[in-house]
Nanobody, 121 residues
Framework: QVQLVESGGGLVQVGGSLRLSCEAS????????MGWYRQAPGKQRELVAS???????NYGDSVKGRFTISRDNAKNTVFLQMNSLKPEDTAVYYC???????????????WGQGTQVTVSS
């Protein structure tokens, strides 16, 4: 079993900052790309940012220059520092990880339960 546990969501005013964390735990053999996706009401889930095990990053166009993703490989944890938040950043943020779990030979996608981020104007 693999679990992704997110923390750090909440309510913030426009221009404020939040930091999300996500720890992967359980029967993990290998952990590659980790990242964050978000889904606003009535919209499709979209990539926010991702990072692989050697630190190569990808960002969605709407967050470039405002959000920073990082990870602690020793703790299987990924972070998302969100600055200059806008109302359109309001969404449920989901942690994602690409993992080979014990008893499996293939990489599989794992998801957290999601954490709400609300930016008020």
């Amino acid at each position: 079993q693999v679990q992704l546990v997110e923390s750090g969501g909440g309510l913030v005013q426009v221009g404020g900052s939040l930091r999300l964390s996500c720890e992967a735990s359980g029967s993990i053999i290998s952990l590659n790309r980790m990242g964050w996706y978000r889904q606003a009401p009535g919209k499709q889930r979209e990539l926010v940012a991702s990072i692989n095990s050697v630190g190569s990053t990808n960002y969605g166009d709407s967050v470039k220059g405002r959000f920073t993703i990082s990870r602690d490989n020793a703790k299987n944890t990924v972070f998302l520092q969100m600055n200059s938040l806008k109302p359109e950043d309001t969404a449920v943020y989901y942690c994602h990880a690409n993992i080979v779990a014990r008893g499996y030979v293939n990489w599989n996608d794992h998801w957290g339960q999601g954490t709400q981020v609300t930016v008020s104007s």
